[in-house]
């Protein structure tokens, strides 16, 4: 059997992989790129007409700019982390992916530290500023991105020894 990456092209498994790591991409993109890109479409929808004006900007300045592009990009890398386990590229697709989560995660959370602005027209004259920290909840939610980055090194480091 043709080999790629250690992976054997041309059995039955290849095909189950491809499959699997479509549907689970597939499913990334959805949750981490299709949504993020359009959350407004989907707020405007399901909030009243009255609220929309002032909900939908707000809502829409949670979803940091590059959040598409990322979930994109760990959908790319579901796909090839399904394809290729148990080769020797999985070590180093586990690395990068990880390292791609640990940014999704920190622009998701904007640092750490959200900020809520409303405007003087709807707070009766006062302008309102929110800033609300979730920095310790941004690294605990950092951690199994940073071990799947461990796990990749250890994998790697197997594999070259």
Do not use: C
């Not at 290849?14 to 949504?35: E, N, P, T």
């Not at 993020?36 to 900007?57: D, G, L, N």
């Not at 979930?71 to 990880?98: N, S």
């Not at 004259?125 to 950092?142: E, K, P, R």
Request: hydrophobic share 55%; aromatic share 12%; net charge positive.
């Amino acid at each position: 059997m043709p080999r790629l990456f250690d992976l054997e092209i041309g059995t039955g498994w290849l095909v189950v992989r491809v499959v699997g790591g479509a549907l689970l991409s597939a499913a990334a993109f959805l949750i981490l790129s299709y949504l993020p890109s359009h959350i407004t479409e989907f707020a405007s929808k399901y909030i009243p007409a009255e609220v929309s004006s002032v909900v939908v900007p707000i809502i829409s300045s949670f979803v940091h700019p590059s959040l598409p592009a990322l979930g994109a990009i760990l959908a790319v890398f579901v796909f090839i982390e399904v394809l290729f386990r148990k080769t020797k590229v999985y070590g180093p697709t586990l690395i990068l992916a990880g390292l791609v989560s640990v940014l999704y995660i920190y622009f998701a959370f904007h640092g750490g530290v959200i900020t809520l602005s409303i405007p003087k027209g709807y707070t009766m004259g006062v302008q309102v500023n929110a800033y609300f920290d979730f920095t310790l909840i941004m690294v605990l939610a950092i951690l199994p991105a940073l071990l799947t980055v461990l796990k990749g090194i250890v994998i790697t480091a197997k594999r070259e020894s």
